[in-house]
């Protein structure tokens, strides 16, 4: 590893995860060797294990969302998180992550979503990823960006309001209707979609409710 004069993002995320124990024996391994030579990230590593130990006693114990280590790791090595299947005991929340959203609102009578800014969330839908562009709860409204990976699906769900769905790039399969760049398609209130998936991969467009329901049943 290099040698550091300052700690980018990338160091620090690395000396989070190794004063909490996080990394795989390996990665731990060779990140020992590395703080023998960099004073920098050893006293950011002593500092954190310091502050660590304090939160633990500050704090009643919870069990963290079994994605969170494949997150926080991929993020500190400067990797796209890879988004799991979804378990069958795993909460709605994961997949649809528009659900853990704050408000998107700018407060004025305009607000913006700039492509500079945007983050992706990983879903636990494997290959689909989200970016939040507006929320709305008083309306129980989302828009956000839906991106699918080559061969990815999303799970069958039941609509808690009318869907609209545009896509930007790619090829969509609804139902028997493969939708392609351009092409345009609204779920009616209560309207219940099936597995829906990608061939190529795909970038949507979709403005839909914060209270959608995910079925257990994963056919067509």
């Not at 890879?82 to 649809?96: I, T």
């Not at 945007?118 to 991106?147: Q, Y």
């Amino acid at each position: 590893m290099t040698l550091h004069r300052s700690l980018d993002e990338g160091a620090l995320g690395m000396a989070a995860l190794h004063a909490l124990g996080a990394l795989d024996v390996e990665t731990a391994r060779e990140f020992e060797s590395h703080l023998q030579d960099c004073p920098l990230c050893r006293v950011e590593v002593l500092t954190l294990r310091e502050v660590a130990g304090e939160l633990a006693f500050a704090a009643s114990p919870a069990e963290p969302p079994a994605s969170l280590r494949e997150r926080v790791l991929a993020r500190a090595l400067g990797a796209s998180p890879r988004a799991r299947p979804l378990a069958a005991d795993e909460p709605a929340r994961l997949v649809q992550a528009w659900k853990t959203w704050a408000t998107g609102g700018s407060g004025g009578d305009f607000a913006f979503a700039l492509s500079k800014d945007a983050v992706w969330e990983p879903t636990g839908a494997e290959g689909v990823e989200a970016r939040k562009l507006f929320v709305d709860p008083a309306n129980d409204r989302a828009t956000m960006l839906i991106r699918m990976a080559p061969g990815a699906s999303y799970p069958r769900h039941r609509h808690a309001a009318a869907e609209e769905c545009y896509v930007i790039e790619g090829d969509f399969l609804v139902g028997d209707t493969r939708m392609r760049a351009g092409d345009y398609h609204r779920a009616c209130l209560g309207s219940t979609h099936g597995i829906q998936s990608t061939e190529n991969g795909c970038v949507l467009l979709i403005v839909s409710s914060l209270h959608d329901e995910l079925l257990a049943e994963k056919t067509r």
